[in-house]
C-alpha cells in the first residue's frame, strides 16, 4: 500500500516536498511515478523514477522545477516542487509497480498497479 502526505495550500512561488511511504517487503523493486488531477482534468503524469533511482523522467510542465527522488531503505519516494503556480493546483497521487528490479517505467498511469490515496496541493496566485 502506498500513502501520500506533505499537500497543502501554499502561495505561487513556493516549495513543497510531497511523500509517499509504501508498506510491504518488496518495495524495492518497485518503479515509481507521480501523478496529479485537477478539477475537470484528467490524470496526468508529473514524474516517474526507476526502482534504483538511476534514471527520472518529467513531464515537460513540470521539467526544471520538480525533482523525483526515493530512499529505498526508508520505502519512501518523495517530489519537491519548486516555484509553485496555481496551475499546479491538483490531487497528486503516487504509484508504483514491481518490475522484480527490471529496467521498466512508464508515463502511463494504467501502466501502475499500486496507487495512494492523494494529497491535495493548492497554489494561490
Known amino acids: 500500500q502506498l500513502q501520500a502526505s506533505g499537500g497543502g495550500l501554499v502561495q505561487a512561488g513556493d516549495s513543497l516536498t510531497l511523500s509517499c511511504q509504501a508498506s510491504?517487503?518488496?518495495?524495492?523493486?518497485?518503479?515509481m511515478a507521480w501523478f496529479r488531477q485537477a478539477p475537470g482534468k484528467e490524470r496526468e503524469f508529473v514524474a516517474r523514477?526507476?526502482?534504483?533511482?538511476?534514471?527520472?523522467g518529467y513531464a515537460d510542465s513540470v521539467k526544471g522545477r520538480f525533482t523525483i527522488f526515493r530512499d529505498n531503505a526508508k520505502k519512501t519516494v518523495a517530489l519537491t516542487m519548486k516555484y509553485l503556480s496555481p496551475e499546479d493546483t491538483a490531487t497528486y497521487y503516487c504509484a508504483g509497480k514491481n518490475t522484480n528490479y527490471g529496467g521498466s517505467y512508464s508515463t502511463e498511469a494504467k501502466w501502475y498497479d499500486n496507487w495512494g490515496q492523494g494529497t491535495q496541493v493548492t497554489v494561490s496566485s
Open positions: 523514477i526507476s526502482w534504483s533511482g538511476s534514471y527520472t
Open positions: 510491504g517487503p518488496r518495495f524495492g523493486g518497485y518503479a
